[in-house]
């Protein structure tokens, strides 16, 4: 079972990023995905979440409005639209799959998790 997380780069602050984090191995097409973030020197902090079929999402304060997370369970992908991207953006994205179908922002309770994928947004 592998989450394989890409679309990172470096970036101008007011920029956007696609991240993807397609799923092999096994389908997670029924069970929620989120996104997690690892600033240097800080914890993992949780970014968005959504369920098993898209019909809910859940978002941190710090990038709601800015930041979109889908899904195409037929790609057993997920994907981070990231907007108007900010200095306090750069970190290692990573993905994650849940056990479960529901929203999750707790990552202690993640099951799965992708490889990271490194976004830098100079200012």
């Known amino acids: 079972v592998q989450l394989q997380a890409s679309g990172g780069g470096l970036v101008q602050a007011g920029d956007s990023l696609r991240l993807s984090c397609v799923a092999s191995g096994r389908s997670f097409c029924n069970n929620g995905m989120g996104w997690f973030r690892q600033a240097p020197g800080k914890e993992r902090e949780f970014v968005a979440t959504i369920t098993w079929n898209g019909d809910g999402t859940y978002y941190a304060n710090s990038v709601k409005g800015r930041f979109t997370i889908s899904r195409d369970n037929a790609k057993n992908t997920v994907y981070l639209q990231m907007n108007n991207l900010k200095a306090d953006d750069t970190a290692v994205y990573y993905c994650?799959?849940?056990?479960?179908?529901?929203?999750?922002?707790?990552?202690?309770?993640?099951?799965?998790w992708g490889q990271g994928t490194l976004v830098t947004v100079s200012s």
């Open positions: 994650a799959a849940a056990p479960r179908g529901g929203l999750m922002a707790d990552g202690g309770l993640y099951a799965y």
